[in-house]
Each structure stands twice: as C-alpha cells, then as structure tokens.
C-alpha cells in the first residue's frame, strides 16, 4: 500500500485470482472500452459476456515466468479498495527474445483517470519486469490518436514505430498502431 492508499497487487498463477477479482477485471475492461478505451475490444459496445473469456484466457497463462497480472486497488488504508486498473505484462520464454516482454490490456478505469494511478501501474511493472522477471525491455502497441503516445512518452517510453493506419474503427476512421519501447528499466 502506498501512503495514497493504492495498492498495487501482482498475481502469478490462476489460482491466486478470485472469482471477486475475475469479475472486477471485466467490469473495469467493459467500462475502458465502452468510453473509447483502447484496451482489447475496439467496438463499443461491450458487456461482461463478452469480455469475461478474454479475462479468464488472461488469467489462465498466469506463469512467473511468462505471464503476470498486476492491479490497483484504492481505498482507505488498510481496506482492499477499489479496482483503479490493471494490465498484464507477458515474456515469449524463446531464447532469441525472452530479454524483453509485451505490455497488455493496460487500462485505468475513466471515472479515475488523472490521479496517477495508471503511472502508478506503469511504474510498478517496470519494476516487475525488471527485478522480478529479469527483462531488459518492455514494449507495447497502443492506438494512435486517443492522446496514449503522450502518457507513455511521460514515463519514459519511446515511440520507436507506427503501422500507419493499420486499424479500421470504422469506415473512414483508421488509427495507426503506435510501438513503444522502455529501455533499459
């Protein structure tokens, strides 16, 4: 628990996820994406029924080594608090590439946004990734044009590419796919 009562909680293995926290995963991951989240699911709307195998296929890849969940909760101190955010950060044990490993789902809930909980996040999985995992570099690709470019590139992150214009929202509106990468952590 830090002193602005956020917690910020790492899960290793499905076991360790409650049927409470699988089901607080997919609300927060239905709320990102039905407010224009770029999280997963890039047609609003969504519900639990449809976000809840995407939760269950995260969880169920939990490995030390090569999958970890990590969440925010806020609340008073000494409460769990409040699901903020969550995201999973993942490593292809494959010799070639196994130094560094892939940010996903990196989400915050947008009632909250603004009060540092997702910097919070991203702070501590740098730390994860480097301490606990041992990577050297972590990557990640977000949607162009939603203002993510800017947040990461706060935290150090370096926009090293774009496939421009590679996804189709809608008719008329492609975004490009923004690659960022944090090196060294």
């Not at 169920?60 to 101190?77: D, E, K, M, Q, Y």
């Amino acid at each position: 628990m830090t002193d602005s009562g956020l917690s910020l909680l790492q899960f290793t293995a499905p076991e360790q996820v409650t049927e409470r926290l699988r089901q607080e995963l997919a609300a927060c991951w239905v709320e990102v994406t039905n407010a224009g989240g770029a999280a997963g699911f890039p047609f609003p709307p969504v519900d639990e029924g449809q976000v809840t195998p995407a939760v269950d296929r995260i969880v169920g890849t939990l490995a030390p080594g090569t999958s970890r969940l990590l969440v925010a909760r806020a609340g008073a101190r000494g409460e769990l608090g409040e699901l903020v955010g969550w995201l999973n950060v993942r490593r292809d044990p494959y010799e070639l590439i196994a130094h560094w490993g892939t940010l996903h789902h990196v989400q915050t809930r947008p009632d909250l946004r603004g009060r540092g909980f997702g910097a919070a996040l991203m702070e501590e999985v740098r730390s994860v990734a480097r301490d606990e995992m041992g990577l050297e570099q972590l990557h990640l690709a977000a949607r162009g044009g939603v203002g993510l470019e800017e947040f990461y590139g706060r935290l150090g992150w370096k926009e090293v590419g774009r496939w421009p214009g590679a996804l189709r929202l809608a008719p008329g509106d492609d975004r490009d796919e923004v690659l960022m990468l944090l090196a060294p952590l």
